[in-house]
C-alpha cells in the first residue's frame, strides 16, 4: 500500500468511496475533484496496485493556521479492518506537523463509534491530549442528522530540528 496526496483524477474515487461507506454525508461528485486539486497538500489517498482504497481530507482553519480539520475519512469495503485509516491519518499528520500545524480537529456524531477509536488512537499514539466537546446540536441541521461533537488532538510534538554533520 502507498500513501500519498490526491491528484483530480482520484476524486471519483473518492465519490465512490464515500458513497458507498452508507455512513459519510455524500457531497457532490464536483466538490471532490475541487478538494483534490485545492486541499491536496492536506489530504491523501492510499493505494494499492495503483487503485485508490481510502482517502482521508482536511484543510487548514483559516482562522487558527496550527490546527489542520480532518472533513472525511473513508476506506473502501475491500480493505477494511486493515488499519488502512489509522495508517492514512498518522501519514498525515506526519506531512503536516513540518508545516507548523499542532492540532487535529474533526467532528464524530455520537453513534459512530468507530470513528470515536480512530480518533482516540492517534491522539494515544501521538501522547496528545483530547478533548471532546459539543459543537452542532441535531436542532442546528434542517435535515435529519444527530448532533456533531469536536473532537481537538494535540498538541502534537514538533519535528526535531534535522541533525547537523554528514
Given at each position: 500500500m502507498e500513501i500519498e496526496a490526491p491528484v483530480v483524477a482520484d476524486g471519483p474515487e473518492l465519490h465512490r468511496i464515500t458513497v458507498d461507506s452508507r455512513v459519510l454525508?455524500?457531497?457532490?461528485?464536483?466538490s471532490y475533484l475541487l478538494w483534490c486539486r485545492d486541499f491536496a497538500q492536506t489530504s491523501a489517498v492510499a493505494r494499492v496496485d495503483g487503485a485508490v482504497v481510502g482517502f482521508v481530507t482536511g484543510y487548514v482553519r483559516p482562522d487558527a493556521p496550527d490546527t489542520i480539520v480532518v472533513w472525511q475519512i473513508a476506506v473502501d469495503a475491500s480493505q477494511r479492518g486493515g488499519g488502512v485509516a489509522g495508517k492514512l491519518l498518522a501519514h498525515l499528520v506526519d506531512r503536516v506537523v513540518p508545516r507548523g500545524i499542532r492540532y487535529l480537529e474533526t467532528t464524530i456524531t455520537p453513534d459512530n463509534a468507530a470513528s470515536i477509536r480512530l480518533f482516540?488512537?492517534?491522539?494515544?499514539?501521538?501522547d496528545a491530549e483530547l478533548v471532546r466537546s459539543e459543537l452542532f446540536t441535531a436542532d442546528m441541521f434542517p435535515d435529519a442528522h444527530l448532533g456533531e461533537d469536536l473532537y481537538r488532538i494535540g498538541p502534537f510534538a514538533a519535528v526535531p530540528a534535522a541533525a547537523g554533520g554528514a
Open positions: 454525508d455524500v457531497n457532490s461528485s464536483y482516540s488512537a492517534l491522539a494515544r499514539d501521538r
